[in-house]
């Protein structure tokens, strides 16, 4: 059963990040470390697990309910916890969705299934069966991950067909909006914020989180908050008391880090943020697995350079963050 109940996905979210032994096991006390760092951060509203950002994919199920058990261990009490649902059936994202709430999720965040990839954007139903099988296998609120809409995945759901889900999922109650495009973010967070029963926005687009913050969005649920939380929650809350310059600020702090993570190749933006821990002296190794391999020299440069121009202090030699 949830712990808290009555909680609705608005605020700071990080998602956290998974670390590894060189034998590529999970790294469990390293991960209780990071998830006290994280759920450290005053004014975080949650955080979230088991999603990209913990490299979810190359996890199995087994392994994904161990996370869980870590993290309600760890600071469960304390603090709500969003739990990814990443499957491409929907029976099995089902089952993944009725573990989460029996181990105390608070919400789940819900990833395209990659069957949707070829056309499923002109089959609105397919989304609804998707949403719908995981909504009566679950009571939780859901966060309807919104992937960009065009691209090589095609995994976006069109804003009518996101209308439909939240007419017809009554807990489908936010979205983790990824669009990657600023007219669409701005239109997706006015008329979501508009129905009769409203749907938040949370803003993954930590490339340019000041401008999607401003647009209006309740929330930030993004891996940055991994490693800079605390500037994340400082430019929402700027944002929210209508302090554009203290906003702004904030903002020339985050945007090295920002543009480090999410720098080409996109794919390597955890990566990276495990580095960054690294460099910052929180975790005590980069690993990752495979297909994602180890940075190179050149990419390290970058984020010590970054990390510096963001006013951090850096803990630990270049050498051994590699």
Known sequence: MPRFPDWRPAGV????LLPFHEDLSIDEASYRKHLRDVAGVRGIAA????????????CTEEEQRRVMDLTMEEV???LPVVHGIYADGSQNAARLARRAEAGGASALLVFPSAVLAMGGQLRPEMA?????????????????????????????????????????????VAIKDWCADPVLHERQVRTLRSLPRPVAVLSTHSAWLLASLVSGCEGVLSGAGSVVADLQVAMFEAVRRGDLAGARAVNERYLPLAQAFYAPPFLDMHNRMKAALVLLGRLPRAVVRPPLVALGRHEIERLEAAIRAAGLPLARPLERAA
């Open 76 to 78: 469960g009490d304390r």
């Open 128 to 172: 609804y069966a998707h949403f719908a099988t995981i909504a009566e296998a679950s009571s939780l609120p859901l966060i309807l991950f919104q992937y960009p809409l065009t691209g090589p995945a095609g995994l976006g759901y069109p804003l009518e067909t996101i209308l439909m889900l939240a007419e017809r999922i009554p807990s489908l």
């Open 47 to 58: 955080i979230t697990v088991n999603a990209h950002a913990s490299e979810v994919a190359s």
């Open 13 to 16: 979210i990080p998602a956290c």
